[in-house]
């Protein structure tokens, strides 16, 4: 692993405008800020999506960054701080389904049944929909995990909604 | 999305270096907040000059040095929460020297005489500092804006102080009163409320 001064370096040429620096210095990041995930998270996935948030994180804060001081414990603080959040939402998300499992499914829809029908969705649609509906994800989160805009996974969902419903429909006409 | 492709867009988007100087991203809505809070006064209370004449030069100086000193402080204070990893520690014990030195002040009016409490204009002086504090408040979360504060409560209470402190700067120019029990009492006591009101609300404002 590359000395901590390496980091300041990229950051100080990033700053002067090399954008190939700046791409060296989120890269080294991305390193390091997977190394410190691995060792507090035990889901593979969560590592890789916290490293992505965090990158987005000093991406579109690095005013938050001060010149005159090291990278590194900057750095470390946002990917604590993205971390704690994390938590934060997760267990929300436990909470909101912990609640969720006494009532009946809505329309009496297990969900194998909802499975099935998202299978004959495009592709596209049926990730933005368990992404949005099931996993609880905001649209911004969505649209940064696909890489596409916000109105795109908005789109998706409306639109892969109304297939769905057209779907239920036919099934029990 | 692969990590490596998120880190080309991320790159490919406006260079580093465009990332405007943050001082002064962060001073500007305070600054707009004292000039605004100063005309909202001016336009209710009109001319300050005979508030002024009656507080006297001495007791102006005191209490706009207090307001001033601890909304400086405050500000940089707050700034610095917006920076992770900064030093905190000095700047915030900067930040109680002005409470320290109006309540030695007070303490020495309380032993040397009997001094008016209330005081006669604190319902105004009140209703100013809290009327401008919401404002001055939502300036400071736009100043916040591009920063990464990381302890919200922390950085609430901040912003609480720096908004109340604003708004106490800015009514200055029109408090008649000469003691420091009064500036103790409805200037650094609606600072602390504000500060516990900032503390609460942080977490929900200031997240990101």
């Known amino acids: 692993m590359n000395g901590s001064g390496d980091l300041d370096l990229l950051m100080r040429s990033a700053r002067a405008g090399d954008s190939a620096a700046y791409r060296r210095l989120l890269g080294v990041a991305a390193d390091r800020l997977r190394a410190y995930y691995a060792r507090r998270l035990p ?14 994180a000093m991406h579109e804060r690095r005013a938050s960054h001060d010149p005159g001081r090291p990278v590194g414990p ?19 998300r436990a909470a909101a389904l912990d609640d969720a499992d006494g009532s009946e ?6 969900a194998r049944d909802l499975e099935r029908l998202l299978g004959q969705l495009p592709q596209t649609q ?6 949005m509906s099931l996993e609880g994800l905001s649209s911004a989160e969505a649209a940064s995990r696909t890489g596409s805009g916000v109105s795109a996974v908005k789109v998706r969902v409306h639109r892969g909604m109304a297939r769905l419903r057209a779907l239920v429909a036919e099934q029990k006409s | 999305m692969k990590t490596d492709s998120l880190i080309e867009q991320l790159a490919r988007r406006p260079a580093p270096r465009l990332a405007h100087v943050p001082r002064i991203g ?4 305070v600054a707009g907040a004292v000039l605004l809070a100063s005309a909202l006064l001016a336009m209710s209370l009109g001319s300050p000059a005979a508030a002024l004449a ?17 909304m400086l402080a405050s500000g940089v204070a707050l700034f610095a929460s917006g920076r992770p990893g900064a030093e905190l ?31 006669e204009s604190w319902g105004r002086c009140l209703a100013a500092i809290g009327l401008l504090t919401p404002l001055a408040f939502a300036a400071a979360m736009l100043a916040l804006r591009r920063l990464a504060p990381v302890a919200l409560r922390f950085s609430g209470a901040l912003a609480g102080l720096l908004a109340a402190s604003t708004g106490a700067t800015a009514y200055t120019l029109w408090c008649p009163e000469t003691e420091a029990l009064f500036l103790l009492s409805w200037y650094a006591a609606p600072m602390a409320a504000a500060a516990a009101i900032g503390a609460l609300l942080g977490p929900r404002l200031l997240r990101w």
């Open chain 2, 26 to 29: 962060f001073a500007l809505p």
């Open chain 1, 126 to 131: 049926a990730e933005a929909i368990r992404m």
């Open chain 2, 89 to 119: 520690r000095g700047r915030l014990a900067i930040l109680a020297l002005p409470f320290l030195a109006v309540a030695a002040l007070a303490g020495s009016e309380l032993l040397a005489a009997d001094p008016a409490w209330p005081g």
């Open chain 2, 54 to 70: 009656q507080a006297g030069t001495a007791a102006f100086a005191m209490k706009l040095a207090f307001s001033l000193a601890v």
């Open chain 1, 43 to 56: 889901e593979r996935a969560d590592v890789e999506d916290l490293v992505q948030e965090c990158l987005i």
């Open chain 1, 74 to 92: 900057w750095m470390y603080a946002i990917a604590r701080y993205k971390l704690a959040d994390h938590f934060r939402r997760r267990g929300r």
């Open chain 1, 105 to 110: 499914q809505p329309d009496g829809l297990p």
